[in-house]
């Protein structure tokens, strides 16, 4: 692993922690490759029981680097790639939230089954001002988790959600005290291995369903996404972007 994805065994859970905090974790294409990586080499291990990710910093994860994301197609591919590893992972999944959650940083937490927040935490699925479309499953996710008016609010005006927002519209487990998130997350991924793990694999598969709508869903906004990365409006919005001015 790079210095920018740690890994850390304890105790049968494997951290992920995504440590870029001068760019606010925002993920580049290895950065994505090596989370997929540690995702399948976790699913074949029956040594590890459950997943955490978490950031450091003052912020979970800014989305992708948009500076990287700009290269050429191998960023999206490996982003798409990271996405499906998530949502067809087959053990617990527990995230650590504080501070941004932009973009993939948000929507990667509808594949997860613990969601912590701190109370700064703010989540933002800003695409469309990007002259994007939704990734991760999140068109579908996110109306089914939150309601079709709340999710419209994220995805179609990109409007932010604050943590006490975020936990009554469903997206977060519960609301923790900064300095005692990680842990908390820790003792509850703990809490999750300690279970029978026959049981808990099983009550799990019922509770996500049949993943093909999900994994299909994902593919249709991969192939838009990409189609939209072309478009005059994506590129314009990044100009926009990296001169630091209004679209």
Request: proline fraction near 5%; charged fraction near 25%; aromatic fraction near 6%.
């Amino acid at each position: 692993m790079s210095e920018e994805i740690e890994c850390c065994e304890r105790g049968g859970l494997m951290e992920i922690v995504i440590n870029r905090p001068d760019k606010k974790n925002a993920l580049t294409a290895d950065m994505y490759r090596e989370m997929t990586a540690v995702l399948a080499d976790c699913s074949t291990r029956p040594d590890i029981g459950a997943v955490l990710f978490a950031g450091k910093g003052d912020a979970y994860c800014a989305g992708n680097d948009l500076k990287d994301f700009a290269k050429g197609p191998q960023g999206g591919e490996a982003a798409f790639a990271f996405i499906r590893a998530l949502a067809g992972f087959d053990k617990p999944v527990v995230a650590a939230v504080q501070g941004l959650a932009v973009g993939i940083g948000a929507t990667m937490l509808f594949h997860c089954d613990l969601v912590y927040a701190a109370p700064d935490a703010r989540f933002m699925m800003p695409f469309v001002n990007l002259g994007l479309v939704p990734e991760a499953g999140s068109s579908l996710l996110a109306p089914a988790t939150m309601g079709h008016a709340r999710a419209a609010a994220m995805l179609l005006l990109g409007e932010a959600m604050d943590a006490q927002t975020a936990d009554r519209a469903g997206l977060l487990t519960s609301i923790v005290p900064t300095e005692t998130l990680l842990d908390h997350a820790r003792a509850k991924a703990a809490a999750l291995i300690a279970k029978p793990p026959q049981a808990l694999a099983a009550t799990r598969r019922l509770m996500r369903g049949d993943r093909t709508p999900i994994l299909q869903r994902i593919d249709d906004e991969a192939q838009l996404f990409r189609e939209r990365l072309e478009s005059a409006e994506a590129q314009a919005a990044f100009g926009a972007f990296f001169d630091k001015r209004a679209p």
